[in-house]
């Protein structure tokens, strides 16, 4: 990729207009370039199109300065030097925008003008926040796919696209497809899934990522497809190109067509959201839809930034033609920035469970996106030097897909005389253990495991979790008091100290809930192996791998036995997850833990791969909506009893879905991939 483009410097002081529109088409190049070639960004979307609008109004005050290298006549960004070219057949446009309500009102009063009437349909879909995508297919199948580029040209991201499950290979054959094919949509991350990536990173010492915005784009724009199919892109499809020439009359009429041929589009996404795809006429109907949708953009579970709305008769989409960089015929209502500046009071320093000594700004309490911010994570040394954040700094905060606070950028023209960088801790702010930074990490850590007050809290706080022991009315809280109290130290201490005597002691405890506490602990003592080994919290084995360990252990007494060599025997077990397990294990004081676990806890035993590989062998299950004859994680078990692999989500590698009563999104997406579905009796069959 080519170097970080040059900053355009400060904004000029002079008056003179030409000084004036040079400063601003050197700014907006640049902040092209990070966004569209970079997948960075140093303003926000707000900030930015203040510049462009502000580029815009230069440019009619004084036309003489408007020339065609202005940013005012492109669509787009640069493509990257490092990624073949992709030319669009037609151009993939910009879209004008309108900042508010009244500026949709009178983008709607100049088409009722020019068409010469007002009863005209308006078609209406959310504005996706990701990046612009285009696929073309032949004979029905994937041919190329490619950013929009500098509008014209884009580039080649076809294997990176194929790696997305919502990406038909091939054109389903629900009407007939033409030859050729060209459609077009975004790329995105939905916001769950942001979040999980970024937890998890940040919980491995690795760099976390700023936006989903920026983390699809970079994600879709690698060299190495292998790096794409490790982020959870996902996509929506909302264009046929030139669709009147397949007999498509209407906006609406294009988007049952992309349906019928496999795509998912905005209709299917908000089937069960409380706003959805309209068809509308008039200014009152459309303000009141962008109204809606920009209520209910937080209930979503994918960013929104606005709403597009397109004129929705084909004809007069051509009658009302182009302007230079953006159709007539719609526009991007957006909704106002939900960035607000508040205050970083101070930087504090917090330990995690596996040891990671995390920076977090503490803010002045300010309202972002319907909720009251008053911390954000600074991720890590690197984070706080790309921000230059200090103590009584003045900051923009966001909530980074519509989840994680964030601050977004400092307002250094607001900062405090006598500020001075913070400085990272040399000891652990919970145990002054020295700390350390290990070798490729980005996070200093507390080494510190089993004696930092923090990493205790928290490595119990695992421990009891759903997902893993599942002790019900043991989370965070109450384990700080019986911390406090002196009853526990270690996980062990669950099944070996607490009475209801010393339980009901504890304040706002009492003798009912000490009882309920302990048939809840009494009620853990036969977990799945996986569940298990996922509860010891040991670094790099999640859930789902914690699975893979058990299954290559087999039993608990197999798990004590473990050594890197027969770990890496399983698929999905690599190097750095063989040898966290194996560190773990050797450690005295965790050999001397599992010892007292396994006094008290006796782990179900997992079934060892079949010699054949059984029945299920090189199958993926997925399960969804409400089982009857089995539990979930039964009915996962027998799968991997089997052979197969039991996942969580669908995508174009799972061989089988079973649904049960009430099954929504996965079956949605099942179909629209065309994997198998089979109802709960089936499975059973199978069996």
Known sequence: MSDRPTSPGPRPRSLDPSELHQWLCNAIRYHDALYYQHSTQELSDAEYDALFRELQALEARHPELATPGSPTARVGGLPRQDLAKVPHRVPMVSIANAMSPEETRAWHARLCEELGNSDFELFCEPKYDGLSCELVYEQGRLAVASTRGDGFVGEDVTPNVRTIATVPQRLKKGRPAPERLEVRGEVYIEKQAFAELNRRLEEEGQKTFVNPRNTASGALRQLDAAITAQRPLTAVWYQVVDGAQYGLTTQAEAAAALADWGFVTSEQLLRKAPVGVRVVRGADALVQVFEDFQRHRHDLPFEIDGLVVKVNDFSLQQQLGMRSRSPRFMVAAKFPPEEQPTTCERIEWQVGRTGAVTPVAVLAPVKVGGVTVTHASLHNLDEIARLDIRQGDRVLVQRAGDVIPQVLRVLTEHRPAGTEPPVAPTACPECATPLIRPE??????????????AQTKYGLTHFTSRLAMNIEGLGEKRIELLLKAGLVRDAADIYEKLTVENLAALDRMGEKSAKALLASIEGSKSPKLGRFIYALGIRNVGESTAGLVARVAGSAEGFRDLNPDKLQTTDGIGPVIAESVADWLKEPRN?????????????????????????FAGKTFVFTGTLVKFSRDQAEELVRERGGKAAGSISKKTSYLVAGESAGSKLDKARELGVDVLTEDEFAAML
């Open 440 to 453: 490729g990490e980005v996070a200093i850590r507390c080494p510190n495991s089993t004696g930092c007050p």
């Open 591 to 615: 050999q001397e833990l599992l010892k007292r676990l396994l006094e008290h806890v006796q782990p179900q035993p997992e079934a060892a791969p079949a010699a054949d590989g059984g029945k």
